[in-house]
């Protein structure tokens, strides 16, 4: 079953509408749509493991007008339906799922933001799609994982905890991540919470995914048992930004610095005083996003 691509609306710069495409399991999956220029790459959005679509708002918001900005709900996030075989969540399904959106949307080029989860994705597309995937940023991700930080991610994902308040739930993901931002203040823990985070059927906020995306990643390797070396090299030639975090548990230092030296034409980009993942409204992170787009453009 195929969308038909919504037809071009004049909006204002940085407003979005939602739209929605069907899976080849026939799932349907939602993304905003920001509009933009029609001869320039489309910049597609990728989230991390357990967020979705809302992460990215600020981005779109700035980059809006200027560029057409695509952040898709992956399956089982956000307004995307939950898959009924939780083994499809995985990297390799979520990227065909990606194959869908472009021929329903109508998108043949784009420059893939790749925030963890969302990076891993966007490296299997330089491998898959390589005709398409004109540009890449990688956010504090890349071909190898430290053992720690995958095993902190591991330790909260799918426990499927509810607060009574966005102010509980704020202070909750500040006990949790204080260390990732310690530099945030309390009105920036409202503002992740209400990111990550809905409003449930019992009244009660809870996170806005399907408790069941943890399934796999518990299993042997999951998520990094796979030698992500050669996607990496296949962004050679393409302009690529990598992104780390400077407390980062995810992206060692030792792999950030291999993967500058593998990849020459890449910037490579410390984001001071934040650990996985920065947000991307840090300057350093923005400035580096207007360089890679200046680059691709």
Same mark, same amino acid.
């Given at each position: 079953m195929n969308a038909t691509p919504a037809p071009a609306q004049a909006l204002p710069a940085g407003s979005y509408t939602d739209q929605f495409w069907t899976s080849q399991d026939g799932l349907k999956l939602h993304y905003r749509d920001y *509009?933009?220029?029609?001869?320039?790459? $489309? !910049?597609l959005c990728l989230p991390g493991l357990?967020?979705?679509?809302?992460?990215?708002?600020? $981005?779109?918001?700035?980059?809006?007008? /200027?560029?057409?900005v695509v952040c898709p709900d992956l399956r089982g996030r956000g307004d995307s339906a939950y898959a009924k075989d939780?083994?499809?969540?995985?990297?390799?399904?979520? $990227? /065909?799922?990606m194959g869908a959106l472009f021929d329903q949307a109508g998108i043949e080029r784009f420059v893939g933001f790749?925030? *963890?989860?969302?990076g891993l994705m966007t490296m299997?597309? #330089?491998i898959t799609m390589p005709d398409r995937l004109v540009g890449a940023l990688l956010n504090d991700v890349g071909p190898e994982i430290s053992p720690e930080g995958l095993e902190r991610i591991r330790s909260y994902v799918g426990q499927g905890r509810s607060f009574p308040t966005w102010m509980h739930a704020a202070r909750a993901l500040e006990e949790a991540q204080g260390l990732v931002f310690p530099d945030y203040s309390a009105s920036q823990w409202l503002g992740v919470a209400k990111r990550c985070m809905v409003v449930g059927s019992n009244g009660r906020i809870v996170f806005d995914y399907d408790m069941r995306i #943890?399934?796999?990643?518990?299993?042997?390797g999951g998520q990094s048992g796979a030698d992500l070396w050669p996607a990496f090299q296949a962004l050679t030639g393409k302009p690529v930004a990598l992104l780390r975090g400077e407390l980062s548990d995810v992206l060692s #230092?030792? !792999?950030?610095?291999?993967? #500058?030296?593998?990849?020459?034409?890449? /910037?490579? $980009?410390? !984001?001071?005083r934040v650990g996985h993942a920065p947000m991307l409204d840090e300057a350093a992170a923005a400035s580096a996003i207007d360089r890679l787009l200046a680059r691709v453009a």
């Open positions: *509009s933009g220029p029609a001869d320039r790459p $489309v !910049v357990t967020r979705n679509a809302r992460d990215f708002a600020h $981005v779109a918001q700035r980059l809006g007008g /200027e560029w057409r939780p083994a499809s969540y995985n990297p390799l399904q979520y $990227v /065909e799922d790749g925030t *963890s989860l969302g299997i597309m #330089a #943890a399934e796999p990643l518990s299993q042997p #230092a030792d !792999v950030f610095a291999r993967m #500058a030296k593998a990849l020459p034409q890449a /910037e490579a $980009v410390t !984001v001071p």
